[in-house]
């Protein structure tokens, strides 16, 4: 779902009858919310969000070191899990409901504030592990499929800029459609990865 609709669900009331949930949707509508999250090195942070008639809901997914956390918002109320990346899920699967915080909206809620107790938690978290904090792959994934989908007009584009320079005729040969065929098989995988 598009930012514009949320925009025009956000703007078809005041901001005076604005639910909580509204008010964590209009800071992801003016992009505080990853601002927020930034402030205490989470990273990999997604948001997901849904305007329906009966009834919104959000979700907040980002990791700190070695943990993941989710943080599910509705007009009722919110709930966050926070649980180790491990390749064996069947213990974290077992535990899932045991580590499930519910809560109501309290009066003056604050997203900021809910951040801050989520991040003292992790801190002391005892699944915590410290290390070098990954790098966001998405943005690399992203740069390599923006380079081999240019990959094929940059070759051509310097072929024929060496044949004007030089008063020569240059023609492509079988390998141009490897390489063609190849950027953008390439430029397709990176892509997809990326949005993952």
Same mark, same amino acid.
């Given at each position: 779902?598009?930012?514009?609709?949320?925009?025009?669900?956000?703007?078809?009331?005041?901001?005076?009858?604005?639910?909580?949930? #509204?008010?964590?949707?209009?800071?992801? !509508?003016?992009?505080?919310?990853?601002?927020?999250?930034?402030?205490?090195?989470?990273? #990999?942070?997604?948001?997901?969000?849904?305007?329906?008639?009966?009834?919104?809901?959000?979700?907040?997914?980002?990791?700190?070191?070695?943990?993941?956390?989710?943080?599910?918002?509705?007009? !009722?109320? +919110?709930?966050?899990?926070? +649980?180790?990346?491990?390749?064996?899920? #069947?213990?974290? !699967?077992?535990?899932?409901?045991?580590?499930?915080?519910?809560?109501?909206?309290? #009066?003056?809620?604050?997203?900021?504030?809910?951040?801050?107790?989520?991040?003292?938690?992790?801190?002391?978290?005892?699944?915590?592990?410290?290390?070098?904090?990954?790098?966001?792959?998405?943005? =690399?994934?992203?740069?390599?499929? !923006?380079?081999?989908? =240019?990959?094929?007009?940059?070759?051509?584009?310097?072929?024929?800029?060496?044949?004007?320079?030089?008063?020569?005729?240059?023609?492509?040969?079988?390998?141009?459609?490897?390489?063609?065929?190849?950027?953008?098989?390439?430029?397709?995988?990176?892509? +997809?990865?990326?949005?993952?």
């Amino acid at each position: 779902m598009g930012k514009r609709k949320l925009i025009k669900y956000l703007t078809s009331k005041p901001e005076s009858a604005y639910s909580n949930l #509204d008010k964590v949707l209009n800071l992801y !509508a003016e992009g505080k919310v990853t601002q927020l999250l930034s402030k205490h090195e989470f990273y #990999d942070i997604e948001f997901f969000f849904h305007i329906r008639k009966f009834g919104n809901d959000c979700e907040i997914i980002f990791k700190y070191y070695n943990l993941a956390t989710n943080i599910c918002f509705s007009e !009722a109320g +919110y709930f966050y899990v926070s +649980y180790p990346m491990v390749k064996n899920t #069947d213990k974290i !699967a077992k535990t899932f409901d045991q580590r499930v915080v519910y809560c109501k909206y309290e #009066d003056g809620f604050s997203l900021e504030e809910l951040l801050e107790t989520i991040f003292e938690k992790l801190k002391a978290h005892p699944e915590l592990v410290l290390g070098p904090i990954p790098k966001n792959r998405r943005k =690399l994934y992203a740069i390599l499929s !923006a380079f081999f989908i =240019l990959l094929p007009f940059i070759v051509v584009g310097g072929m024929a800029l060496y044949g004007l320079i030089n008063d020569v005729s240059v023609y492509g040969d079988w390998w141009m459609a490897i390489l063609f065929l190849g950027s953008v098989f390439l430029g397709n995988h990176f892509y +997809y990865k990326a949005q993952k």
